[in-house]
């Protein structure tokens, strides 16, 4: 990938303020989340590209990213630029309704679909892992991921412990970009949460940003404060550094059940993501380098093992569920291992029946760089939907613990159920942004974009679209639909890619921006991405059969020709 680029060291994150550098704001908001994903405190390792998530990459190399910044510099209002695998390779003249941003990452066909074929092409330059948001420019660090492990574990609390985690504990695996966030979305609830990360750094980086209370120098002492906490009913998070396999044998063999096990490490990628047990990080890392196959058949053997761990907490009572990590997919698959799929993911168990409604993720950027920005925007959506309790709980709650990484943003789930003026949930609070920003009561432009994870935007058996009602799961044409339909509706950047959070060849999946600059063509893209995009999750959701999305099609107006056959 080359040597870091002068202008990335120069910017160290998204340029602010209001002066822009590009022809429009919206070539400028690519250009600043392109470097948010990149600012140091943002990415988890910027200097070789990496955005999180084991190699999820934001370019493909340090002169790709300078060749993407010189494009958007030049790139006028009627032009579009394509992305491919995180390099430039192409613009055209289109028209100013049309995305000025188009990106395609880590695509394979698919009898080459897997992740040999993806290294050797990636070992010559001509590929590049894209993850979800990394290669989308749409990270915004630990916190667009937080506000769905909150949702998740509340939903979970709902269903086991009465609404609530106090008193509950939950061991999990992994302190890296994403799933740093699992000890806040732990204590958020309530609850007590005991980490196992193999990196010392990143269970600092975490304490260092609020994420994680504390660190533990070993497992006994992490334990004992864990349970004093437990007992008093107290949240409290500690990481303790050790491979997550050896931490779960340890309480596996003093007896102990935790009343959740989940887990995400970087599971998807057994090379480059995961570390197997038996191995500091550096002989790990050494053995990467000299034996990959050697590495690969450990980190399976590890993964096994993990499983089991998981599987036997499970028949001892502990609540036990997948994130998204596709770790029991990897046990299935190289290990032959059919009950892997005996715990279930987190989708099925409590996602569903949101995306069924076109609910989502739904994420917001302040490109000019002041945090006052998003509390105008948090004061706004609470406005705007005065009854959605949950929803004034987690802005009051962001607000109190999550701290602002690189460009101040927020997230928050918005459904599709439309108002009275037939606009849904999405599209009323973008439209009122963008007045915002129209009336200059926020300072600069705000970027509105999403993870790939959304109701009809992701095929991904071993995840989203796990033990569908109709069999669907491995029906590829709606995220590629999704990102069709988000041009025609007028995005500012759309992205389609393969692999992401379950690894290549798992999961196909799109996303979209769109830049709300107080503009009346903002508005008439804001008011259509954001009805036909949460739409897609009714539509997709309504095909395979679920009454929920049948029932939202019927309430919110949403045509579906041949509903019920
Ligand atoms: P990351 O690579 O930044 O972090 C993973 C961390 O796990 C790293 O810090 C690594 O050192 C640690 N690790 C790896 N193997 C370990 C082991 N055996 N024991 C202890 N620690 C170990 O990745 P991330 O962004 O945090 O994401 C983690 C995984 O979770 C990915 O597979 C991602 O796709 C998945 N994920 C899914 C969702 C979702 O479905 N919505 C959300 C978040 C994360």
């Known amino acids: 990938i080359g040597e870091p680029s002068e202008q990335w060291r120069e910017y160290r994150g998204a340029p602010t303020g209001t002066d822009i550098e590009c022809g429009g704001w919206r070539q400028e908001a690519a250009l600043r989340m392109l470097n948010n994903n990149l600012d140091p405190e943002v990415g988890e390792d910027p200097e070789n590209l990496v955005v999180y998530g084991g190699t999820g990459r934001a370019a493909r190399s340090w002169d790709a990213y300078d060749a993407i910044l010189d494009q958007l510099r030049d790139l006028a209002d009627d032009e579009t630029l394509l992305v491919q695998s995180g390099k430039p390779v192409g613009r055209f003249e289109t028209h100013e309704m049309a995305p000025r941003v188009l990106i395609a990452n880590s695509n394979l066909v698919g009898k080459w679909d897997d992740w040999e074929h993806f290294h050797e092409l990636e070992a010559e330059g001509k590929i590049m892992y894209g ?32 609404g609530s985690l106090a008193g509950r504990t939950v061991v999990t695996g992994g302190l890296g970009g994403m799933s740093g966030a699992q000890p806040l979305a732990v204590t958020m609830n309530g609850g007590v949460c005991v980490v196992a990360e193999v990196k010392g750094d990143r269970i600092d980086r975490r304490i260092g940003t609020d994420y994680l209370m504390e660190r533990a120098d070993d497992l006994d002492e992490a334990m004992a404060r864990a349970a004093e906490a437990a007992e008093a009913g107290e949240p409290y998070s500690v990481g303790v550094e050790a491979n997550v396999v050896d931490v779960l044998e340890t309480m596996r063999a003093e007896g102990f059940v935790p009343d959740v096990v989940t887990d995400q490490t970087s599971a998807h990628d057994e090379l480059e993501g995961y570390y197997p047990a038996g191995y500091s990080v550096a002989e790990a890392d050494d053995l990467r380098e000299s034996d990959p196959e050697r590495y690969v058949a450990e980190s399976l053997d590890t993964m096994e093992r993990h499983v089991d761990a998981i599987l036997a907490m499970q028949a001892d009572g502990a609540v036990a569920f997948e994130y998204g990590n596709n770790l029991r997919g990897q046990v299935r698959e190289h290990r032959g291992r059919e009950d892997a799929f005996d715990y279930p993911g987190f989708v099925p168990a409590y996602i569903r029946p949101m995306f069924c409604r076109g609910r989502g993720p739904f994420r917001w950027a302040a490109l000019s760089g002041d945090p006052a920005d998003i509390h105008r925007t948090d004061e706004a959506v609470k406005e705007l939907f005065p009854d959605e309790e949950a929803l004034h709980r987690w802005i009051d709650l962001a607000q109190e613990r999550v701290s602002f990484q690189g460009l101040p943003s927020r997230v928050c789930w918005l459904g599709y159920q439309s108002n009275e003026d037939g606009l849904t949930e999405r599209a009323e609070f973008a439209l009122r942004i963008n007045d915002l920003v129209g009336e200059g009561e926020i300072r600069a432009p ?48 759309v992205s389609v890619h393969d692999g992401g959070g379950v690894g290549i060849g798992n999961a196909l999946h ?26 897609m999750g009714v539509v997709r959701h309504a095909d395979a059969g679920y009454e929920d999305a049948v029932d939202e099609a019927e309430e919110s107006d949403v045509t579906i020709p041949m509903r019920g056959g």
């Open 131 to 162: 993850q979800m948001t990394a290669g989308s420019w749409a990270y915004i660090g630990t916190q667009g991921i937080i506000q769905g492990t909150y949702e998740t574990l509340a939903e979970l609390a709902r269903r086991e412990f009465d």
């Open 510 to 535: 799109a996303n979209n921006h769109v830049v709300l600059d107080g503009t009346d063509l903002a508005a008439e893209k804001a008011r259509r991405v954001f009805t036909t995009d949460p739409g």
């Open 446 to 493: 705000v970027v509105v974009t999403r993870d790939h994870l959304d109701a009809g935007s992701v095929a991904s058996p071993n995840r989203e679209t796990e033990s569908m009602k109709d069999g669907t799961d491995a029906v590829a044409d709606w995220p590629i639909l999704n990102a069709l339909l988000n041009c025609a509706a007028g995005a500012d950047i």
